[in-house]
Protein backbone atom coordinates (compact mmCIF):
# COMPACT_ATOMS: atom_id res chain seq x y z
CA UNK A 1 0.00 0.00 0.00
CA UNK A 2 2.75 2.44 0.95
CA UNK A 3 4.52 1.78 -2.17
CA UNK A 4 1.28 2.27 -4.39
CA UNK A 5 1.20 5.61 -2.31
CA UNK A 6 4.65 6.51 -3.17
CA UNK A 7 4.72 5.33 -6.91
CA UNK A 8 1.00 7.78 -6.95
CA UNK A 9 2.90 11.03 -5.50
CA UNK A 10 6.16 10.32 -8.11
CA UNK A 11 3.62 10.36 -11.05
CA UNK A 12 2.24 13.32 -9.80
CA UNK A 13 5.76 15.17 -9.78
CA UNK A 14 6.32 13.53 -12.68
CA UNK A 15 3.01 14.63 -14.81
CA UNK A 16 3.09 18.48 -12.70
CA UNK A 17 6.89 18.86 -14.33
CA UNK A 18 6.38 17.50 -17.42
CA UNK A 19 3.27 20.66 -17.55
CA UNK A 20 5.88 22.60 -16.43
CA UNK A 21 8.61 21.85 -19.22
CA UNK A 22 6.59 21.13 -22.37
CA UNK A 23 5.46 24.61 -23.15
CA UNK A 24 9.11 25.50 -22.90
CA UNK A 25 10.11 23.02 -25.26
CA UNK A 26 7.60 23.47 -27.93
CA UNK A 27 8.37 27.02 -27.29
CA UNK A 28 12.40 26.66 -27.91
CA UNK A 29 11.98 23.88 -30.67
CA UNK A 30 9.16 26.03 -32.52
CA UNK A 31 6.64 22.78 -32.60
CA UNK A 32 3.54 24.27 -32.13
CA UNK A 33 2.02 24.27 -36.03
CA UNK A 34 -0.54 27.18 -35.01
CA UNK A 35 1.94 29.68 -33.73
CA UNK A 36 2.86 32.27 -36.05
CA UNK A 37 5.70 34.23 -35.94
CA UNK A 38 5.48 34.61 -32.14
CA UNK A 39 8.87 32.35 -31.26
CA UNK A 40 10.92 35.18 -33.69
CA UNK A 41 10.51 37.43 -30.27
CA UNK A 42 11.62 34.90 -27.83
CA UNK A 43 14.47 34.17 -29.83
CA UNK A 44 15.81 37.06 -30.61
CA UNK A 45 15.91 37.78 -26.93
CA UNK A 46 18.83 35.95 -26.87
CA UNK A 47 20.70 37.80 -29.89
CA UNK A 48 19.96 40.96 -28.43
CA UNK A 49 20.95 42.99 -25.29
CA UNK A 50 23.08 40.65 -23.82
CA UNK A 51 25.06 43.15 -22.71
CA UNK A 52 22.52 45.05 -20.64
CA UNK A 53 21.09 42.85 -18.57
CA UNK A 54 18.18 44.73 -17.23
CA UNK A 55 17.06 45.96 -20.68
CA UNK A 56 17.58 41.66 -21.45
CA UNK A 57 15.49 40.47 -18.63
CA UNK A 58 12.48 43.24 -19.50
CA UNK A 59 12.68 41.72 -23.12
CA UNK A 60 13.18 38.11 -22.38
CA UNK A 61 9.55 38.43 -19.73
CA UNK A 62 7.81 40.32 -22.12
CA UNK A 63 8.38 37.91 -25.33
CA UNK A 64 8.31 34.86 -23.02
CA UNK A 65 4.27 36.15 -22.18
CA UNK A 66 3.63 36.30 -25.53
CA UNK A 67 5.35 33.02 -26.98
CA UNK A 68 5.08 30.65 -23.95
CA UNK A 69 4.67 26.90 -25.80
CA UNK A 70 0.92 25.82 -26.82
CA UNK A 71 -0.70 29.19 -25.66
CA UNK A 72 -1.68 29.85 -29.21
CA UNK A 73 -3.21 26.41 -29.35
CA UNK A 74 -5.03 26.97 -26.18
CA UNK A 75 -5.87 30.24 -27.11
CA UNK A 76 -7.42 29.15 -29.96
CA UNK A 77 -9.23 26.33 -28.97
CA UNK A 78 -11.37 28.59 -26.14
CA UNK A 79 -11.54 31.31 -28.82
CA UNK A 80 -13.40 28.45 -31.01
CA UNK A 81 -15.49 26.97 -27.87
CA UNK A 82 -16.73 29.80 -26.87
CA UNK A 83 -18.23 30.86 -30.36
CA UNK A 84 -18.71 27.96 -31.83
CA UNK A 85 -20.62 25.94 -29.32
CA UNK A 86 -21.83 28.23 -26.89
CA UNK A 87 -22.33 30.97 -29.35
CA UNK A 88 -21.06 33.29 -26.99
CA UNK A 89 -18.17 36.40 -27.96
CA UNK A 90 -15.05 34.92 -26.56
CA UNK A 91 -13.99 38.59 -25.86
CA UNK A 92 -16.14 40.77 -25.22
CA UNK A 93 -14.19 43.64 -23.92
CA UNK A 94 -12.07 43.20 -27.24
CA UNK A 95 -14.98 42.54 -29.65
CA UNK A 96 -18.17 43.07 -29.60
CA UNK A 97 -21.06 41.60 -32.61
CA UNK A 98 -23.19 44.00 -33.37
CA UNK A 99 -26.72 43.26 -35.34
CA UNK A 100 -26.87 42.35 -38.98
CA UNK A 101 -23.39 41.05 -38.94
CA UNK A 102 -21.54 44.05 -38.09
CA UNK A 103 -18.90 43.64 -35.74
CA UNK A 104 -17.25 46.71 -33.09
CA UNK A 105 -14.29 46.41 -31.32
CA UNK A 106 -14.60 46.50 -26.98
CA UNK A 107 -14.46 49.13 -24.76
CA UNK A 108 -10.23 47.69 -23.94
CA UNK A 109 -9.80 49.96 -26.78
CA UNK A 110 -9.83 53.47 -24.74
CA UNK A 111 -13.24 53.21 -23.47
CA UNK A 112 -14.34 53.22 -27.37
CA UNK A 113 -17.77 51.54 -26.34
CA UNK A 114 -18.42 54.36 -23.68
CA UNK A 115 -17.01 56.92 -25.78
CA UNK A 116 -19.79 56.36 -28.65
CA UNK A 117 -22.86 57.23 -26.03
CA UNK A 118 -20.49 59.95 -24.21
CA UNK A 119 -19.67 58.42 -20.80
CA UNK A 120 -16.15 58.68 -20.81
CA UNK A 121 -15.39 62.66 -20.65
CA UNK A 122 -11.28 63.50 -20.48
CA UNK A 123 -10.81 65.77 -16.98
CA UNK A 124 -10.30 69.37 -17.25
CA UNK A 125 -6.81 68.88 -16.39
CA UNK A 126 -6.03 66.77 -19.18
CA UNK A 127 -8.17 68.88 -21.48
CA UNK A 128 -6.16 72.23 -20.46
CA UNK A 129 -2.94 69.68 -20.86
CA UNK A 130 -4.01 68.72 -24.69
CA UNK A 131 -4.85 72.55 -25.67
CA UNK A 132 -1.40 73.38 -24.33
CA UNK A 133 0.31 70.82 -26.26
CA UNK A 134 -1.86 71.51 -29.77
CA UNK A 135 -1.26 75.72 -28.86
CA UNK A 136 2.73 75.01 -29.00
CA UNK A 137 2.73 73.01 -32.53
CA UNK A 138 0.04 75.22 -33.51
CA UNK A 139 2.26 78.42 -32.62
CA UNK A 140 5.63 76.79 -33.72
CA UNK A 141 4.26 75.81 -37.06
CA UNK A 142 2.41 79.73 -37.50
CA UNK A 143 6.28 80.75 -36.89
CA UNK A 144 7.33 78.98 -39.63
CA UNK A 145 3.54 80.26 -42.13
CA UNK A 146 2.64 77.04 -41.83
CA UNK A 147 -0.94 76.25 -41.33
CA UNK A 148 -1.78 73.30 -39.16
CA UNK A 149 -5.20 71.25 -39.04
CA UNK A 150 -6.31 67.88 -36.47
CA UNK A 151 -8.27 66.09 -38.22
CA UNK A 152 -10.44 63.08 -36.09
CA UNK A 153 -12.24 60.28 -38.70
CA UNK A 154 -14.97 59.16 -35.95
CA UNK A 155 -15.22 55.31 -34.36
CA UNK A 156 -17.07 52.98 -35.88
CA UNK A 157 -19.07 52.97 -32.89
CA UNK A 158 -20.07 56.19 -33.11
CA UNK A 159 -21.45 56.27 -36.85
CA UNK A 160 -22.77 53.06 -36.59
CA UNK A 161 -24.08 52.89 -32.91
CA UNK A 162 -27.54 51.70 -34.12
CA UNK A 163 -25.97 48.41 -34.81
CA UNK A 164 -24.40 48.30 -31.67
CA UNK A 165 -26.12 44.65 -29.31
CA UNK A 166 -27.52 47.70 -26.98
CA UNK A 167 -28.87 51.25 -26.77
CA UNK A 168 -27.82 53.82 -24.25
CA UNK A 169 -29.03 57.62 -23.77
CA UNK A 170 -26.08 59.57 -25.71
CA UNK A 171 -24.67 62.38 -24.07
CA UNK A 172 -21.82 64.51 -25.70
CA UNK A 173 -18.81 62.49 -26.80
CA UNK A 174 -15.61 62.82 -25.52
CA UNK A 175 -14.51 64.18 -28.74
CA UNK A 176 -17.44 67.22 -28.39
CA UNK A 177 -16.53 67.78 -24.67
CA UNK A 178 -12.45 68.55 -26.50
CA UNK A 179 -13.70 70.45 -29.55
CA UNK A 180 -15.45 72.73 -27.68
CA UNK A 181 -12.67 73.67 -24.67
CA UNK A 182 -9.92 74.00 -27.22
CA UNK A 183 -12.84 76.22 -29.13
CA UNK A 184 -12.88 78.24 -26.38
CA UNK A 185 -9.76 78.22 -24.61
CA UNK A 186 -7.19 78.21 -27.80
CA UNK A 187 -9.85 79.34 -30.54
CA UNK A 188 -8.18 76.22 -32.32
CA UNK A 189 -11.01 74.09 -34.94
CA UNK A 190 -10.69 70.51 -34.83
CA UNK A 191 -11.80 69.09 -37.93
CA UNK A 192 -14.30 66.38 -36.79
CA UNK A 193 -15.57 63.76 -39.81
CA UNK A 194 -18.41 62.32 -37.44
CA UNK A 195 -21.56 64.73 -38.20
CA UNK A 196 -20.99 64.64 -42.24
CA UNK A 197 -19.96 60.78 -42.03
CA UNK A 198 -23.35 60.11 -40.28
CA UNK A 199 -25.29 62.35 -42.47
CA UNK A 200 -24.05 60.39 -45.70
CA UNK A 201 -24.28 56.64 -44.44
CA UNK A 202 -27.95 56.28 -45.49
CA UNK A 203 -27.07 56.37 -48.56
CA UNK A 204 -23.83 54.22 -48.77
CA UNK A 205 -21.83 51.77 -46.19
CA UNK A 206 -19.12 54.01 -45.16
CA UNK A 207 -17.24 51.75 -43.47
CA UNK A 208 -16.41 47.90 -43.78
CA UNK A 209 -18.22 45.22 -41.25
CA UNK A 210 -15.60 43.12 -39.91
CA UNK A 211 -13.06 45.84 -39.67
CA UNK A 212 -12.54 48.90 -37.28
CA UNK A 213 -11.67 50.69 -40.63
CA UNK A 214 -13.84 52.94 -42.90
CA UNK A 215 -14.31 51.84 -46.82
CA UNK A 216 -12.88 53.46 -50.01
CA UNK A 217 -16.62 55.64 -49.95
CA UNK A 218 -16.00 56.64 -46.63
CA UNK A 219 -12.59 57.47 -46.76
CA UNK A 220 -13.88 59.75 -50.34
CA UNK A 221 -15.85 61.82 -47.86
CA UNK A 222 -13.61 62.22 -45.14
CA UNK A 223 -11.23 63.19 -47.81
CA UNK A 224 -13.74 65.57 -49.51
CA UNK A 225 -14.73 67.57 -46.20
CA UNK A 226 -11.23 68.04 -45.08
CA UNK A 227 -10.18 69.91 -48.55
CA UNK A 228 -13.74 71.63 -47.34
CA UNK A 229 -11.78 73.18 -44.62
CA UNK A 230 -8.83 73.64 -46.49
CA UNK A 231 -10.10 75.16 -49.18
CA UNK A 232 -10.89 78.21 -46.78
CA UNK A 233 -7.26 79.17 -46.58
CA UNK A 234 -5.69 77.45 -49.67
CA UNK A 235 -7.08 77.45 -53.34
CA UNK A 236 -6.91 73.25 -53.88
CA UNK A 237 -8.50 71.22 -56.07
CA UNK A 238 -10.18 68.11 -55.61
CA UNK A 239 -11.14 65.22 -57.11
CA UNK A 240 -14.93 64.19 -58.14
CA UNK A 241 -16.49 60.85 -57.47
CA UNK A 242 -17.16 60.54 -61.18
CA UNK A 243 -13.65 60.43 -61.81
CA UNK A 244 -13.86 57.18 -60.16
CA UNK A 245 -15.01 53.85 -61.24
CA UNK A 246 -17.07 52.22 -58.40
CA UNK A 247 -17.65 48.56 -58.17
CA UNK A 248 -18.79 46.24 -55.47
CA UNK A 249 -15.99 43.47 -54.40
CA UNK A 250 -15.67 40.79 -51.65
CA UNK A 251 -13.28 41.12 -49.52
CA UNK A 252 -11.33 39.55 -46.37
CA UNK A 253 -10.92 42.32 -44.51
CA UNK A 254 -11.45 41.69 -40.66
CA UNK A 255 -8.56 43.23 -38.31
CA UNK A 256 -11.91 42.65 -35.16
CA UNK A 257 -12.99 39.20 -36.39
CA UNK A 258 -9.45 38.06 -36.75
CA UNK A 259 -9.15 38.59 -32.91
CA UNK A 260 -11.92 35.48 -32.49
CA UNK A 261 -11.01 33.69 -35.20
CA UNK A 262 -13.39 33.92 -37.82
CA UNK A 263 -12.87 34.74 -41.14
CA UNK A 264 -15.78 36.46 -43.09
CA UNK A 265 -16.18 37.45 -46.79
CA UNK A 266 -17.98 40.53 -47.25
CA UNK A 267 -18.84 42.69 -50.08
CA UNK A 268 -17.89 46.69 -50.03
CA UNK A 269 -17.36 49.36 -52.47
CA UNK A 270 -13.98 50.24 -54.02
CA UNK A 271 -12.90 53.42 -55.95
CA UNK A 272 -10.52 52.93 -59.05
CA UNK A 273 -9.48 56.07 -60.87
CA UNK A 274 -10.54 56.40 -64.26
CA UNK A 275 -7.16 57.87 -65.73
CA UNK A 276 -4.49 57.27 -63.50
CA UNK A 277 -2.13 60.06 -62.69
CA UNK A 278 1.40 60.59 -62.87
CA UNK A 279 2.17 60.22 -59.47
CA UNK A 280 5.36 58.85 -57.77
CA UNK A 281 6.77 57.58 -54.49
CA UNK A 282 10.01 57.23 -52.58
CA UNK A 283 10.31 55.18 -49.59
CA UNK A 284 11.80 56.32 -46.63
CA UNK A 285 11.51 53.48 -44.56
CA UNK A 286 7.80 52.04 -43.02
CA UNK A 287 6.96 54.74 -41.17
CA UNK A 288 8.06 57.58 -43.25
CA UNK A 289 7.50 57.93 -47.20
CA UNK A 290 7.09 60.83 -49.83
CA UNK A 291 4.40 61.33 -52.91
CA UNK A 292 5.20 63.62 -55.75
CA UNK A 293 2.68 64.77 -58.52
CA UNK A 294 4.37 67.02 -60.70
CA UNK A 295 0.50 68.46 -62.09
CA UNK A 296 -0.15 69.80 -58.49
CA UNK A 297 1.28 72.58 -56.16
CA UNK A 298 1.66 72.73 -52.64
CA UNK A 299 3.24 70.74 -49.65
CA UNK A 300 1.82 68.51 -47.30
CA UNK A 301 3.07 66.83 -43.84
CA UNK A 302 0.44 64.42 -43.15
CA UNK A 303 1.06 62.34 -39.63
CA UNK A 304 -1.45 59.85 -39.53
CA UNK A 305 -2.68 56.47 -38.46
CA UNK A 306 -4.03 53.19 -40.38
CA UNK A 307 -6.77 55.31 -41.20
CA UNK A 308 -5.11 57.46 -43.50
CA UNK A 309 -4.33 54.18 -45.98
CA UNK A 310 -7.85 54.66 -47.90
CA UNK A 311 -7.60 58.46 -48.21
CA UNK A 312 -4.42 58.76 -49.57
CA UNK A 313 -5.14 57.89 -52.92
CA UNK A 314 -7.12 60.98 -53.34
CA UNK A 315 -5.31 63.68 -51.36
CA UNK A 316 -2.61 62.43 -53.82
CA UNK A 317 -4.29 63.92 -56.18
CA UNK A 318 -4.66 67.41 -55.34
CA UNK A 319 -1.36 67.96 -53.76
CA UNK A 320 2.24 68.85 -55.45
CA UNK A 321 3.74 66.87 -52.61
CA UNK A 322 3.30 64.64 -49.42
CA UNK A 323 5.45 63.80 -46.96
CA UNK A 324 3.28 60.42 -44.84
CA UNK A 325 4.83 59.94 -41.80
CA UNK A 326 2.90 57.33 -39.50
CA UNK A 327 4.39 59.36 -35.97
CA UNK A 328 2.97 62.69 -34.35
CA UNK A 329 6.58 63.76 -33.72
CA UNK A 330 7.50 66.89 -35.76
CA UNK A 331 10.72 67.07 -36.49
CA UNK A 332 11.83 70.74 -36.23
CA UNK A 333 14.87 70.10 -38.91
CA UNK A 334 12.78 68.42 -41.32
CA UNK A 335 9.81 70.67 -40.93
CA UNK A 336 12.64 73.44 -41.48
CA UNK A 337 14.47 71.64 -44.02
CA UNK A 338 11.67 70.58 -46.11
CA UNK A 339 8.97 73.59 -45.72
CA UNK A 340 5.77 72.39 -46.27
CA UNK A 341 2.90 74.94 -46.71
CA UNK A 342 0.55 72.13 -44.34
CA UNK A 343 0.92 70.13 -41.48
CA UNK A 344 -2.14 67.44 -40.72
CA UNK A 345 -2.83 64.83 -37.64
CA UNK A 346 -4.94 62.78 -38.97
CA UNK A 347 -6.09 60.91 -35.72
CA UNK A 348 -8.75 58.09 -34.97
CA UNK A 349 -11.30 59.01 -32.53
CA UNK A 350 -10.59 56.26 -30.41
CA UNK A 351 -6.86 57.60 -30.36
CA UNK A 352 -7.20 60.87 -29.18
CA UNK A 353 -5.27 60.65 -25.82
CA UNK A 354 -2.18 60.36 -27.93
CA UNK A 355 -2.92 64.35 -27.62
CA UNK A 356 -1.95 64.18 -24.08
CA UNK A 357 1.85 63.61 -25.05
CA UNK A 358 3.61 66.73 -25.07
CA UNK A 359 6.80 65.03 -26.53
CA UNK A 360 5.23 66.58 -30.40
CA UNK A 361 8.25 68.60 -31.30
CA UNK A 362 11.40 67.32 -31.69
CA UNK A 363 14.70 69.51 -31.77
Known sequence: MKNRKNIEQLLVIIIFLMMIIAPNVVMISNLETTKKDENKGFQNTFLH??????????????????SFGLKTTLVNSYIDFKYQALRETPMPNKVVKGQNGWYFLGNSYNNILNNAFGYNYFSTSELKEIANNLNEVKNYLKEQN????????????????????????????????LKDYLKNHINFEVIDLTKVLKAKKNKNQLFFKTDSHWNDFGAFIGYTETLRYINQD??????????????????????????????????????TK??????????????YFQMVNPDKKLKVFMHHDSFSYAWMPYFNESFGEIHYLKSYALSKKLIEQETPNIVIFEIIERNIDILLNNKFLIK
Do not use: H
Open 234 to 271: FIVPNVKLTDYKIEIKSVRQGDIIKMINLDIEESTVTL
Open 49 to 66: NITKPIAFLKQFKNNYAE
Open 146 to 177: ITFYLVIPPNKNSVYKEQLPFQLKEQMSNLDV
Open 274 to 287: KIASEITFKNIDQN
